[in-house]
Nanobody, 128 residues
Framework: QVQLVESGGGLVQAGGSLRLSCAAS????????LGWFRQAPGKEREFVVF????????YYADSVKGRFTISRDNAKNTAYLQMNSLKPEDTAVYYC?????????????????????WGQGTQVTVSS
């Protein structure tokens, strides 16, 4: 089992930047692929970005491609989501999630139900 705790959310103006962190405890962090998802009020939780166990494979939602960057430091049991050029439509609660599935994730990375462990979320609000 792994516990995930997100941090780094806040209020930022459009065009600004934030860096979210996802700190893990419990079983070996490097045994899990990670995803970031977000949920805006009244909307479904949606996929944002994926990173595989080693950090060598990433996938991004089209809406954040070129603006967001995911990374992980397995030695520190932490993953990061650097968010630049933020837009009001990025406003949401952001969740870190972990999956024990193997492989590069190409067939499942955006499916919420493939992730077993979830953090509590961190609020990101982008003002116009």
């Amino acid at each position: 089992q792994v516990q995930l705790v997100e941090s780094g959310g806040g209020l930022v103006q459009a065009g600004g930047s934030l860096r979210l962190s996802c700190a893990a405890s419990g079983r070996t962090f490097s045994s899990y692929a990670l995803g970031w998802f977000r949920q805006a009020p009244g909307k479904e939780r949606e996929f944002v970005v994926f990173i595989n166990r080693s950090g060598g494979v990433t996938y991004y939602a089209d809406s954040v491609k070129g603006r967001f960057t995911i990374s992980r430091d397995n030695a520190k049991n932490t993953a990061y989501l650097q968010m630049n050029s933020l837009k009001p439509e990025d406003t949401a609660v952001y969740y870190c999630a972990a999956s024990s599935l193997r492989g590069d994730g190409s067939s499942w990375y955006a499916r919420k139900y493939e992730y077993t462990y979830w953090g509590q979320g961190t609020q990101v609000t982008v003002s116009s």
